[in-house]
């Protein structure tokens, strides 16, 4: 039965005869020789019993339809190992490892020749799943995976200096012209993706950032957006990270990465970046691709008398034009346009009078200041928004502006503080959620406490908090059911109220 498992597996070529030799179900193997087993793929966390508990497991044959093969359980019943042979020709095909009696990876033989072509991880483990054309042990592209895993392989990429790693993270030249992008936006990007790939080699071998011991452990950004068919000559909707950063674990302390722009690419995420704050005083700039200096669509500006209507005609003018500015500079020339740009945007404000154009010109002040600024682009923009906010304050027809000016202070002070070299993550992380209670108590019926809330809940949940983390979910479902962040924070509110818990099955 075993024969054929894996040719690529370096435990196959130590096992007994029956591992070794042979592709059929003709003989029965010992739970010592299916333990032999491992994974093709590297730091896969699964169960493997003791030494002294291996009289106790158990291995039986197993049907289901066509499917025949072996499954191997611990002492008390738990699931370890299945190893299937999937289309009956009498050679296993699927490799299933167990953590907890949940299976948490497989190798997959697809095409039925006896070796591995393609890597699961499944349950507890993540979503991703990785195909090897050549069977050669090394994944050659994903055909799935999560941001969240994304940004956690970009990690992985730096720390083994693996260029080959990072390259299959990028969007293929096919794959950036499918996301239906004007003719200019998509050279862009691919010019952007085509620097991250020529550059990213010689990053990783200067970098001391990140050594061996660097363990991803948290994902840095906000909620997706999405850039809508019919805007700027965008054909089909293209769902988007901007500015995202990862938190990295070295030797106890943390560290933060910046990933910059993901784009979704059918199951997979895609990076355009070449990751930041890896060498020596350079800041963690999770620059975005969509978001960071976006061309400014105009309120409209019909019925102002004719003086008026000039003066706002030439600020539109001297915005546009900055917001072209930006997408060719960089650093200290990039903070004075960034500036500029707030400049005009005021001046908007106050040209617009009471009008409704307003409150508009107020939010894309709000929006683009705090995105310059997580972007590491404008490093005097919180002070900005915080200065909008006492002086909105002061005027009772915009204070109702107050919230969504001073949430996105908040956010821009945060990743602000997250950039310094020498952050201190735990108290950075701890003045944050302080923020976000505060926000919540003195603006519990916002639109933005939900965003706050969900961030709150997360931060819980990753201290092991789960009740103050199911309270913050909860709030959201109830308080807040037609928020964008709702649908989430349901599902995560009953995932944590589900462990422990018996799952009820239809059919």
């Not at 289309?87 to 490799?95: A, E, I, P, Q």
């Not at 096919?174 to 992008?181: K, N, Q, T, V």
């Not at 740009?341 to 107020?362: K, M, Q």
């Amino acid at each position: 039965m075993f024969g054929k498992l894996r040719n690529l597996a370096a435990a196959a070529a130590t096992a007994a005869p029956l591992l070794a030799g042979t592709s059929t179900f003709a003989a029965k193997p010992t739970v010592d020789q299916a333990l032999k087993l491992s994974p093709v793929q590297d730091a896969i966390d699964f169960d493997t019993p003791a030494a002294a508990d291996l009289e106790k497991c158990t291995i039986v044959g197993e049907n289901a339809g066509k499917a025949t093969g072996w499954i191997v359980r611990d002492p008390d019943g738990q699931l370890l190992r299945r190893f299937m042979d999937s289309n009956g020709d009498n050679k296993v095909d699927l490799w299933c490892y167990f953590k907890n009696g949940i299976e948490i990876y497989r190798d997959v033989d697809a095409d039925y020749n006896g070796k591995a072509d393609q890597y699961r991880w499944l349950g507890t483990a993540g979503t991703r799943w990785g195909l090897d054309k050549d069977e050669d042990g090394n994944i050659d592209s994903w055909k799935r995976i999560s941001a969240e895993e994304t940004t956690a392989e970009v990690v992985a990429a730096v720390r083994d200096k693996d260029a080959d790693r990072f390259q299959r993270l990028l969007p293929t030249t096919a794959e950036i012209e499918s996301l239906g992008l004007d003719s200019a936006r998509e050279k862009q990007l691919a010019a952007r993706v085509k620097q991250a790939a020529e550059g990213f080699a010689s990053i990783a071998q200067k970098q001391k950032a990140l050594d061996k011991s660097a363990k991803w452990v948290h994902f840095g950004g906000s909620q997706p957006g999405i850039i809508p068919a019919g805007a700027d000559e965008v054909t089909k909707d293209i769902l988007v990270y901007d500015n995202v950063s990862a938190v990295v674990e070295l030797s106890g302390q943390h560290k933060q990465i910046g990933i910059g722009t993901l784009i979704s690419v059918g199951e997979t995420w895609r990076v355009v970046d070449l990751p930041t704050n890896l060498l020596e005083n350079e800041i963690a700039s999770a620059g975005g691709f969509f978001f960071n200096n976006p061309l400014t669509q105009a309120p409209e500006v019909a019925g102002v008398p004719g003086d008026m209507d000039e003066k706002l005609q030439k600020l539109i003018a001297r915005l546009e034009e900055v917001d072209k500015q930006l997408l060719q500079t960089s650093g200290e020339q990039q903070a004075k346009l960034n500036d500029d740009r707030a400049d005009v945007i005021e001046a908007l404000i106050e040209a617009a009078g009471e009008s409704e154009e307003r409150a508009v010109w107020i939010r894309q002040y709000a929006d683009t200041v705090s995105a310059a600024t997580q972007t590491g682009g404008f490093p005097d923009g919180v002070k900005r928004l915080r200065a909008l906010a006492a002086k909105l304050d002061k005027n009772s027809s915009d204070r109702e502006q107050v919230p969504y000016v001073e949430f996105r202070a908040m956010t821009a002070d945060y990743a602000l503080q997250m950039q310094q070299p020498s952050a201190n993550f735990v108290q950075v992380q701890q003045q944050w959620l302080e923020n976000l209670a505060d926000f919540v108590k003195k603006y519990p019926g916002e639109d933005d406490a939900a965003e706050a809330h969900l961030q709150l809940g997360i931060a819980y949940e990753f201290a092991g908090q789960e009740k103050d983390a199911i309270a913050s979910y909860g709030t959201i479902v109830s308080k807040f059911p037609d928020a964008v962040v709702a649908k989430k924070a349901a599902g995560a509110k009953r995932r944590l109220e589900s462990v422990g818990q018996p799952l009820a099955f239809e059919g």
